[in-house]
């Protein structure tokens, strides 16, 4: 069965700082994994996915997350926070051979000034 | 891109009542839809898939006939959470499938349901 952990369940950084949201992941399969934000009062918008193509994934506004099968780790990073980055943040892994998807228990980021 | 809607954004009903949750695909047809339960600091947590003209499948302790769904149209799926009580008052979130890509799923902005 699949599953994914979120290490941190808050993380606090400074505008201009680097992010590091950390996610490791079960699979008996090679997964399909992703990174999902949730703002306050709007839909979760799906930042990147990972499909075992480049283990290093791009997404949307400057994040990006690395695959690591010997760490089975797929941790989620931004060179430099923004204000506009806090929000809750879930990482995902799909169900093999459904459409279900499994969330972790998401990571609020707070970015202060 | 792909924008998926629901409607009421929020709904205060009394115990024992009824409440409808739309949840709309406004620019694609949706294949497939699923609704989803989140409570407060929580992960979300799947109720139910849909595809359009059949039954429900129910992910386990999910009562169907509590918390019904009917996927009528490509673009249009409604939760009723019947009978509701107090311990039903949680943030509904739905998400549809396009069909492209079948692990890609668009999220609406979600419910938010109180039961007093």
């Known amino acids: 069965a699949q599953s994914v952990t979120q290490l941190d369940s808050h993380v606090s950084v400074s505008e201009g700082t680097p992010v590091l949201l950390r996610c490791n992941y079960s699979s008996s399969y090679s997964p399909s994994l992703f990174w999902y934000v949730q703002h306050p009062n709007k839909g979760l918008q799906l930042l990147l996915k990972y499909t075992s193509a480049a283990t290093l994934v791009k997404g949307i506004n400057g994040f990006e997350a690395e695959f690591k099968k010997s760490e089975t780790s797929f941790h989620l990073t931004k060179p430099s926070a923004h204000m506009s980055d806090a929000a809750e943040y879930f990482c995902v892994v799909s169900v093999t051979n459904t459409d279900k998807l499994i969330f972790g228990t998401g990571t609020r980021l707070q970015v202060f000034p | 891109g792909a924008v998926v809607s629901q409607h009421p954004s929020w709904v205060i009903c009394k115990s024992g009542t009824s409440v409808k949750i739309e949840c709309r695909s406004l620019d694609f047809q949706a294949t497939t839809m699923f609704w989803y339960r989140q409570f407060p600091k929580q992960s979300l947590m799947l109720m139910a898939t849909?595809?359009?003209?059949?039954?429900?499948?129910?992910e386990q302790g999910v009562e169907k006939d509590k918390f019904l769904i009917n996927h009528a149209s490509l673009t249009l799926s409604t939760l009723t959470v019947t009978s509701a009580h107090p311990e039903d008052s949680s943030f509904y979130i739905c998400s549809a499938d396009t069909g492209i890509s079948t692990d890609t799923q668009y999220f609406g902005p979600g419910t938010r349901l109180t039961v007093l």
């Open positions: 849909s595809n359009e003209g059949s039954k429900a499948t129910y």
